[in-house]
């Protein structure tokens, strides 16, 4: 072979450079990458020959000796070398990625590319990925609405991991949790051991320095806590009594081909434990490390953002999410796709290969055993292959048949010939489906004092190239003026979009004479002071901002303008009330002209045409129900009669909370808390519990449970601006809101239909639903109750009174761990009255003065309807104004009909529950529960002074965003 000197006298051929004496690369691929980047392969040619110790090593950095490697010379360059930390992890080379080629390899590969990996394998987990990426949208909007930047770093991470062990092993490991924490240091680990250097890799018979330096020992734990892993997850699916799923993972597949007797190898269980290897680790952070590097990109060249977002929304419009059948017509966003894996392939240096045999390599003599790498990252800059090659230029792929399948070697991020990646369509259809999402559902920007600019693109070492810096962004939901921008562009050759725009331009004319007409008719009333609006939008903008939510805004806005304060949210005419007296005067001296409901849309339709009690506007039918419910269902003996399920339900978490003060483990209160309430309302109203472990039914309640309060909360046009209800069906909420419908009333009439099986098993005891039922029956009451009438009376029940609760005791725990004076004094009257009792029950309770007084005192302070359902006026009125003529410009407001009124509980600091008619009718009910709740963890654990600090830094957070923080606390509870 030549040496340096005598190949810069062969012009016509590749340069190689040798170093005589060896040396050893001690940090891993990146030392490769930097070293052997195009400008070395410029200088010293796209072949070159190293001695990294003892092992002679060959580097390729071109398209066309990668293609001479991977294809013209594949056989000869197709085996793997014998790598300690590879070897090891991968049951002596059992697997399919890290064993050398022979006929163990080829009957293995074919095993894997018919059963494993084939496209029908790859199409039969698409459900999977659809669905968690639905789970990680989900969780950016939650971070919408509290402006938070975004880790997505973190957040893809979790996402393919969670893919993987769905698709693999047939379980998440996705939430917060022992098993989860046990996953990803397992991971990290295990990635770290295949980068890892060691001697005897390099230097034969140097194997003890190895196990000196400690390297040995961390291999071997690495491997047993690995085969620990697969044993345990095996055995999971050998288990008779496991239930089956509805399709196959990998273990499920593994393990029938294991039965069977087809194959020219008998399938070990190593075997089965080496592909869940290559599974585990080669599937987790590649598909995650690409998603990131293009958001990355992405930022710093907004021109291709705006380019890829724009294909993304035209094609998809207001579906709501990109599915995989959306993905395919996605040209440009591949196009974004190939050229981040041009610039930052995840795995830069290919797999090590080793020649099986000696060759000849453009007139150079290759001998056998030669260590092989394939630079990717080098080939990807190669300046005679792409034109300015540093440039993120996804265009350059417009129009060319270049792809990442292999067969284009200056692409070729995931392989080619015959040690392609087999899950490469698997990773694919991961890494386009999260990227077209997120490009999709949100607009994204950088945190406050970072510009695009900062972004940088260091890199972390490993075998895969994952970003050094994590990347957080600030994601905004879809702009809807940007959406009609599209319509617009579109509006040539789309004739519903044209059609659209008309129905846009007229219905703001007649909302322009609308509004003409309303301030011509309103400029002689005498109507309380407020801020300024917009034309068209009112004071919406004031309402709700993007840094506070509505009591934060309404409460600066009455600093200034008073206690009682007119906005006009659109076309709404909105009063807000900010003072007790005020109060007072709304809903008792002036109560029946201010207690009627307004029908919002959300409300309307999800308690079936206001057929319920809570939002059903003042009228007979009102006055009826009302009557019903006091009578039969929220009366002092039914509220007693429920007490069993209250007290049982509270033991059993008082026991959950105890095995995690056994282990040591944090409390995750919030979730309990939600946990208890949950079942304890579905036990009271339906006769039955959805709150048992992990299961499809407790799954599906609380999604309902979440898209429900969402859609109660979601913005539509129609309730501010007649005439617009299209523009609710073009955003989706219209279609959105029918399928929430359709599913809450699958789950009631579900109940009902229960409730009426005459095969039924009676309970001790009436639920809510058995309750309604009689009355229907009995007919003794002036309206006949209908299905939708129980089935709304059961949506207040089930929206009303799920999270309410909870939240109270989640905010009094808080409370208390930031005020120990008062923890203390609390725990000691309750430990004092109830001695060793062992458990508080309703009748203790009744004992508990200073308990009542920091219920009352949580409420005072965080209300958990910081703003009461909106009520409306029946009839025009005149409401007196407060003494202090500052804040006036007249003594009397004069209000007219259908006035929209805000009362702020938040504000004013008024006892919760407020005043008749329209009063809480369950309160005694709410009462009993919040002050149970809070005795109980109260009096079974006492709380680690360690969790101080980080509580402290939680609690002002909540201080500064008091709806924006999620609730988790690390509570660490040990028993008394």
């Not at 434990?273 to 907004?302: E, S």
């Not at 005891?765 to 039922?773: G, K, P, R, S, T």
């Not at 029950?841 to 302070?861: A, G, H, N, Q, W």
């Amino acid at each position: 072979m030549l040496n340096a000197e005598a190949a810069k006298d062969n012009a016509g051929l590749s340069m190689v450079i040798r170093d005589s004496k060896g040396f050893v690369m001690a940090a891993g691929p990146q030392k490769l990458i930097a070293t052997f980047s195009p400008q070395v392969a410029e200088a010293f040619g796209p072949l070159i020959s190293l001695r990294l110790g003892f092992v002679q090593t060959l580097v390729v950095s071109s398209a066309k000796m990668a293609k001479e490697v991977m294809k013209t010379h594949d056989l000869q360059f197709c085996s793997r070398p014998a790598l300690l930390g590879q070897q090891t992890l991968s049951y002596n080379g059992q697997d399919l990625v890290f064993t050398p080629y022979n006929d163990y390899y080829k009957e293995m590969r074919k095993l894997c590319a018919v059963h494993l990996f084939n496209s029908n394998r790859v199409y039969q987990y698409r459900p999977i990925r659809e669905d968690e990426v639905s789970l990680m949208i989900e969780k950016i909007s939650k971070s919408v609405v509290a402006c938070k930047p975004v880790n997505l770093s973190e957040l893809m991470m979790s996402l393919t991991s969670t893919i993987i062990c769905r698709i693999g092993f047939g379980k998440r490991y996705g939430d917060e949790g022992v098993e989860r924490s046990r996953f990803h240091a397992l991971l990290n680990e295990t990635q770290a051991m295949f980068g890892i250097f060691f001697f005897s890799d390099y230097f034969p018979f140097m194997g003890w320095f190895d196990k000196f330096t400690g390297l040995i020992s961390r291999l071997e734990k690495n491997f047993k806590e690995f085969d620990s892993f697969y044993q345990k997850l095996i055995d999971e699916h050998l288990d008779p009594k496991r239930p089956k799923s509805d399709q196959e993972d990998i273990i499920d597949v593994l393990l029938e081909m294991k039965k069977q007797s087809g194959f020219k190898i008998n399938l070990t269980w190593d075997h089965i434990k080496a592909i869940l290897m290559n599974v585990f680790v080669a599937g987790t952070d590649t598909g995650a490390a690409t998603v990131i590097w293009a958001m990355t990109y992405l930022m710093k060249n907004p021109r291709v953002m705006k380019k890829v977002q724009e294909e993304v929304r035209n094609l998809v419009g207001a579906k709501g999410f990109v599915d995989e059948d959306d993905v395919k017509r996605l040209s440009y966003l591949k196009d974004v796709v190939k050229e981040t894996m041009r610039l930052q392939p995840t795995v830069p240096l290919l797999v090590p290969r080793e020649t099986t045999e000696k060759c000849i390599l453009e007139g150079y003599e290759i001998q056998a055993k030669t260590l092989v790498f394939v630079n990717t990252w080098a080939i990807g800059r190669d300046p005679e292959v792409w034109e300015n090659p540093e440039e993120f230029y996804p265009e350059r792929f417009v129009g060319s048949s270049i792809d990442i399948k292999g067969q284009h070697f200056e692409l070729a991020p995931f392989g080619a010939g015959r040690r392609i990646c087999p899950g490469m369509h698997m990773g694919i259809a991961t890494v386009e489906l999260a990227l077209a999402n997120l490009l999709y559902k949100f607009d994204w920007e950088m945190p406050v004092g970072i510009k695009k600019e900062d972004l940088d693109f260091d890199v972390l070492p490993g075998i895969t190239m994952h970003k050094k810096n994590v990347l957080r962004l600030i994601a905004k939901n879809m702009d809807i003026v940007s959406f009609a921008s599209i319509i617009e562009e579109v509006a040539p050759y789309n004739t519903m979009a044209l059609f659209m725009i008309i129905l846009l331009s007229l219905s703001i004319f007649l909302l322009i004479i609308l509004q003409i007409y309303r301030k011509t008719k309103r400029s002689s009333v005498c109507l309380p002071p407020g801020p300024r609006g917009l034309p068209f939008i009112g004071n919406l903008h004031q309402f709700h901002s993007s840094n506070n939510v509505p009591p934060c805004n309404l409460w600066k806005l009455s600093k200034q303008y008073g206690p009682l304060m007119s906005l006009q949210l659109g076309f709404v005419p909105t009063l807000v009330v900010s003072s007790a007296k005020m109060a007072k005067e709304v809903m008792k001296t002036h109560d029946l002209q201010f207690c009627s409901r307004r029908a919002l849309l959300g409300p309307k339709k999800l308690t079936y045409n206001c057929s319920d009690l809570a939002l059903s506007p003042y009228n007979d039918y009102w006055r009826e129900m009302r009557k019903i419910c006091v009578v039969h269902l929220f009366n002092s003996v039914r509220v007693q009669q429920f007490r069993p399920i209250r007290e049982d339900e509270i033991s059993r978490l008082i026991e959950k909370i105890s095995k995690s003060s056994v282990a040591f483990k944090p409390v995750n209160l919030s979730e309990m808390m939600i946990s208890l309430t949950n079942s304890t309302i579905f036990r009271v109203a339906f006769g039955k519990r959805h709150e048992d472990d992990e299961g499809v039914e407790t799954s599906r309640f609380h999604a309902l449970l979440k898209e429900t309060q969402a859609v109660l909360g979601g913005f539509f046009f129609q309730d501010y601006f007649p005439y617009m209800g299209w523009a609710d069906k073009l955003t989706g909420m219209i279609s959105r809101l029918e399928k929430n419908i359709k599913e809450f009333d699958t789950l009631y009439q579900e109940v009902i239909d229960e409730h009426l099986d005459p095969k039924r098993s009676k309970g001790k005891q009436e639920d809510i639903a058995d309750v309604l039922l009689q009355i229907q029956k009995e007919r003794e009451f002036k309206i006949d109750l209908t299905w939708d009438n129980v089935k709304g009376v059961l949506a207040d029940i089930f929206v009303g009174g799920t999270d309410t609760s909870a939240a109270s005791v989640i905010w009094a725990m808080t409370y208390l761990m930031k005020h120990p004076r008062v923890m203390k004094k609390v725990q000691e009257e309750i430990r004092d009255l109830t001695g060793k009792k062992g458990f508080v029950d309703e009748d203790d309770i009744r004992r508990f003065s200073y308990l009542e007084d920091v219920v009352k005192e949580t409420m005072r302070l965080q209300p958990v309807a910081p703003l009461l359902v909106p009520r409306e006026t029946i009839d025009k009125c005149v409401l007196d104004g407060p003494c202090e003529v500052s804040y006036w410009t007249a003594e009397v407001a004069e209000l007219v009909t259908r006035e929209m009124l805000l009362v702020q509980l938040w504000v004013t600091a008024l006892a919760e529950h407020h005043y008749t008619p329209l009063d809480c009718i369950d309160a005694e009910l709410v009462d009993l529960h919040h002050q149970a709740d809070i005795q109980q963890v109260l009096m079974k654990d006492k709380m680690l002074q360690l969790v101080q600090a980080a509580l402290d830094k939680m609690l002002q957070q909540v201080v500064d965003n008091w709806s924006d923080v999620e609730l988790y606390f690390p509570y660490v509870a040990y028993a008394m």
